[in-house]
């Protein structure tokens, strides 16, 4: 069963004008790029707030020949100790990208994207533990959440009350050298280990800015999301964040008309129980290295 969700009419401008983007508070780096210059990238995080009201965080970390996951607590939101790090030698993948981290009621699970060595193959491998720091030890087990000819990363992965589920960015692999294009696609699971495709829930729109493709990259709890995406292959790693609306219809999302919301990628919208908003993304620095910023927008 898909879970219910309250159905967001058409958005209005005062809407979208409303909606946690970037750009409209002071922002600050959490963690700088390895190093300078293109292909030097921290970013694409997930954040969540542990039982202490501490933020967790995960992000990728890729430069110089090797990627990272790395896992951090902070009380602030801003200055973060790392609690441990996997790097793609550790986890036997030739890349990593976004991964997740779910509580669960025995422990924890970090949801990651693996790239397969020697294609252009992604797939999500779970690992599970009882503590954070005995992640560095568990054993990757991969998950089947692709479809035919279909690479598949960067999850958001929640649990609910009727189980668990899943967004994934999928790349189609049926075109040698278009392998960039990418769709979301929604999932169900009753473990979180066993998923269900539902299919795609946001997609590209031809002849606009997110002509090549739409990865979600959070959910807000009335279905809004943001996502991002680009007009051409040419635009690949230069995404930028759009906003997306339940249509009403099962899972579909719908993007909303006019230009893209901030020239950043993998935005996680993190809701604070004391109201307002503490945004995680990816920002593109002059020199092409890519840095984590974080931004905190109060209540309205």
Excluded at 229 to 238: D, K
């Amino acid at each position: 069963m898909l879970p219910r969700r309250t159905t967001v009419g058409a958005m209005t401008t005062t809407d979208k004008e409303a909606f946690p983007l970037p750009g409209r508070a002071r922002s600050q780096v959490v963690a700088p790029p390895p190093d300078d210059g293109p292909q030097r990238w921290t970013g694409a995080p997930t954040a969540l707030l542990d039982s202490d009201g501490a933020t967790l965080l995960t992000y990728r970390v890729r430069g110089g020949g090797s990627d990272s996951v790395v896992l951090a607590r902070s009380d602030d939101g801003e200055q973060f100790r790392t609690i441990l790090e996997l790097t793609s030698e550790d986890l036997g993948v030739a890349m990593v990208e976004r991964a997740a981290l779910v509580r669960t009621t025995t422990g924890w699970r970090l949801y990651n994207s693996c790239a397969e060595p020697g294609t252009k193959n992604w797939w999500i491998g779970l690992l599970e533990a009882p503590t954070l720091e005995r992640l560095a030890g568990a054993t990757l087990r991969r998950l089947e959440l692709a479809g035919p000819l279909e690479a598949v990363k960067d999850p958001i992965v929640r649990r609910t009350h009727e189980g668990w589920e899943a967004w994934v960015c999928c790349h189609p692999l049926d075109v040698p050298g278009a392998e960039d294009r990418m769709s979301t696609a929604y999932a169900t699971s009753e473990d979180g280990l066993t998923w269900r495709r539902h299919g795609t829930v946001l997609g590209a729109r031809p002849g606009r800015w997110d002509a090549r493709g739409a990865r979600l990259t959070s959910v807000l709890p009335d279905g809004r999301a943001a996502y991002d995406g680009r007009a051409t292959e040419e635009e690949n790693w230069f995404e930028r964040t759009g906003i997306a609306v339940p249509t009403g219809n099962g899972m579909q999302l719908r993007a909303v008309d006019g230009p893209p919301g901030a020239d950043v990628r993998y935005l996680d919208v993190l809701a604070l129980p004391t109201g307002g908003h503490r945004l995680y993304y990816e920002a593109r620095r002059l020199d092409g290295a890519h840095e984590l910023r974080t931004e905190l927008v109060p209540a309205r």
